[in-house]
C-alpha cells in the first residue's frame, strides 16, 4: 500500500532569493525523489514555483489529478548573485511524467505533458525576483495536459524544468509544430542532446497518485530544511512502489488547451497517449507561487 505524508509546515517567511544552501536542499529534494538521472549534471539558477488553481506547491508536494488540472501560474525564484538567468536569453519549458518514485531512469522514457520553445524571462534586472515566464513569442509545441496516472501504480512524479535555449537550437522531426499530441515513451535525455538544448536552469516537481498502489512500495525519504521563499512546509515524504502494468488516460488542462488519450503501459507510467493539443500559444502567466523545502547534496 502507498503512503504519503506531509511534515509539518513552515511558517511563511518573506520571499528572498535562494541562497547556496538552498540550491543544495533543491538538488537533494530531486536525487531523493530519483529524478537525478533525468537532466544531467544541474546546478540550478532559480527554483520554478509553481501555482496550481490559487495552490502554491511546495518541492515533491502530492497534488490531487484536480488539483493540477488546469494549467499553472509559473515563476522562476532566482538564486542571488546568479548571472545565468536573463531577460535577454531565450528558454524551454516542459512537464513530464517521469514514473512513479524508484523508477530506474537510465534508458527509460517520461510522458512529455507540455512543451514550449522560444519563451523568456520578464524582470531578471531585478535581482531578487521572482522572474515570471514571458510565453508570448513562445511556440507551443504540446498544450499542457493535467496528470492522470493509472489507477493504483503509484504516485507519479511530475518535473517541471527550465532550460536555456541557445541560438543553434533545432527541434527534432516531430516535436517541431504545434498541435503536437501528448507524448508518450519520450526520451529527454534524446530531445536534449537532438535539439542542442541547453543547461536545465530550473526547475520543481510535484507528485499525483490515482487511488491506493497496488505495486511493491519502496520509500523515499524527501531532505527536511526550508528553503526561502514565501508559504511553504517540509518537502513530501514520499513512499511509492515500483513495477506493475496499469491502463491510463492522459486529459488536457482547462483554459490552456487540451490534450487527451489513453493506452496502457508497464511500471505504473502513463501510456501511449493520442490527445490533440490546443492552441500554438500560451497565455503569459499572472501570480506569483511561493514554496518549497528540502536539505543538502548533489543531482541532476
Not at 484536480?66 to 535577454?88: K, Y
Not at 498544450?143 to 527550465?162: D, F, M, N, T, V
Not at 536555456?164 to 519520450?186: E, I, L, R
Amino acid at each position: 500500500m502507498l503512503a504519503l505524508a506531509l511534515l509539518t509546515p513552515f511558517l511563511a517567511v518573506a520571499r528572498a532569493t535562494l541562497s547556496a544552501s538552498d540550491v543544495a536542499t533543491i538538488q537533494q529534494n530531486l536525487a531523493n525523489a530519483d529524478l537525478g538521472g533525468l537532466v544531467g549534471n544541474f546546478t540550478p539558477a532559480g527554483l520554478i514555483d509553481a501555482t496550481f488553481n490559487g495552490t502554491a506547491i511546495t518541492i515533491g508536494q502530492n497534488l490531487t489529478q484536480a488539483q493540477a488540472g488546469n494549467f499553472p501560474t509559473l515563476t522562476v525564484n532566482p538564486v542571488e548573485n546568479q548571472t545565468v538567468l536573463s531577460d535577454n536569453d531565450t528558454y524551454t519549458a516542459l512537464m513530464v511524467d517521469a514514473g512513479i518514485v524508484g523508477t530506474d531512469l537510465s534508458g527509460s522514457t517520461e510522458t512529455l505533458h507540455w512543451l514550449i520553445n522560444g519563451i523568456h524571462l520578464n524582470g531578471t534586472s531585478n535581482a531578487a525576483g521572482p522572474f515570471p515566464l514571458n510565453y508570448s513569442d513562445g511556440s507551443t509545441i504540446v498544450e499542457y495536459a493535467g496528470p492522470a496516472p493509472a489507477e493504483g501504480s503509484g504516485a507519479h512524479r511530475y518535473a517541471i524544468i527550465l532550460f536555456a535555449q541557445p541560438a543553434d537550437f533545432a527541434a527534432p522531426a516531430g516535436f517541431n509544430a504545434g498541435n503536437t499530441s501528448v507524448a508518450n515513451n519520450f526520451s529527454l535525455t534524446s530531445y536534449i542532446s537532438d535539439s542542442k538544448l541547453g543547461n536545465a536552469v530550473a526547475a520543481n516537481y510535484f507528485t499525483v497518485e490515482n487511488g491506493v498502489a497496488t505495486v511493491t512500495v519502496s520509500t523515499t525519504q524527501a531532505a527536511n530544511a526550508t528553503i526561502a521563499p514565501g508559504a511553504g512546509t517540509n518537502a513530501t515524504a514520499t513512499t511509492t512502489g515500483e513495477g506493475g502494468a496499469a491502463t491510463s488516460d492522459v486529459s488536457g488542462g482547462a483554459g490552456n488547451g487540451t490534450g487527451a488519450g489513453n493506452g496502457t503501459g508497464a511500471g505504473g507510467a502513463e501510456a501511449s497517449s493520442t490527445g490533440k493539443s490546443g492552441a500554438s500559444t500560451l497565455l503569459p502567466g499572472t501570480a506569483i507561487a511561493a514554496l518549497v523545502a528540502g536539505a543538502v547534496a548533489a543531482l541532476l
